[in-house]
């Protein structure tokens, strides 16, 4: 198992920058992939971009060229860059860790994208 805890979300304008990040209680580089996901009011969580060890990335199509995931093993922590946010963006972020037997969450860190 693996610890998860997210930082950086807030309220931010329409067409603004954010950048969570999303530290791991230990070394994720044999952790078979990490991952932002995303849950709106009333809807499902959705994957947003996803990150695996061997260097493959998949990002929902709508944050394709807007969001950027990330890692910096060192630090044990995963980069979601953000840009050009839009009021459709706004959700509770949420970090996974797939261990292929299990699967990490941490607790969530509030977007807003409102003017």
């Known amino acids: 198992q693996v610890q998860l805890v997210e930082s950086g979300g807030g309220l931010v304008q329409p067409g603004g920058s954010l950048r969570l990040s999303c530290a791991a209680s230990r070394s994720i580089v044999s952790i078979n992939a990490m991952g932002w996901y995303r849950q709106a009011p009333g809807k499902e969580r959705e994957l947003v971009a996803r990150i695996t060890s061997g260097g493959r990335y998949n990002y929902a199509e709508s944050v394709k060229g807007r969001f950027t995931i990330s890692r910096d093993n060192a630090k044990n922590t995963v980069y979601l860059q953000m840009n050009s946010l839009k009021p459709e963006d706004t959700a509770v972020y949420y970090c996974?860790?797939?261990?292929?037997?299990?699967?990490?969450w941490g607790q969530g860190t509030q977007v807003t994208v409102s003017s």
């Open positions: 996974n860790a797939d261990l292929l037997s299990s699967k990490s």
